[in-house]
Nanobody, 122 residues
Framework: QLQACGGGLVPAGGSLRLSCAASGRTFTDYRMGWFRQAPGKEREFVAAINKIGDITYYADSVKGRFTISRDNAKNTVYLQMSSLKPEDTAVYYC?????????????????WGQGTLVTVSS
């Protein structure tokens, strides 16, 4: 299971840190990713991290503002979001991928958390 938390209401320019705790599986078997889905839009890739946490990937829209990290001792992946914009408003989902290679598509991930809502006010 994946349990995401940390969402909330934040003014534009503010920061939030999302957390996603994993249980029931060997955390280090999985690459981890964050996706988001805004109202009326398709789910989109935000960031991903490899199994040991030394390689990260970002969507162009969040590069330089968001940081993905993981703590394998705590079975947790994080998404630090800074300089938030109203267009970052969405439900954010964490996901786990068992595959060997990086993926930016939803279908490439095997397990999903329930989502946490981030609302950025202008």
């Amino acid at each position: 299971q994946l349990q995401a938390c940390g969402g909330g209401l934040v003014p534009a320019g503010g920061s939030l840190r999302l957390s996603c705790a994993a249980s029931g599986r060997t955390f280090t078997d999985y690459r981890m990713g964050w996706f988001r889905q805004a109202p009326g839009k398709e789910r989109e890739f935000v960031a991903a991290i490899n199994k040991i946490g030394d390689i990260t990937y970002y969507a162009d829209s969040v590069k330089g503002r968001f940081t993905i990290s993981r703590d394998n001792a705590k079975n947790t992946v994080y998404l630090q979001m800074s300089s938030l914009k109203p267009e970052d408003t969405a439900v954010y989902y964490c996901a786990a991928r068992r595959g060997v290679y990086h993926s930016t598509v939803s279908a490439g991930y095997d397990f999903w958390g329930q989502g946490t809502l981030v609302t950025v006010s202008s």
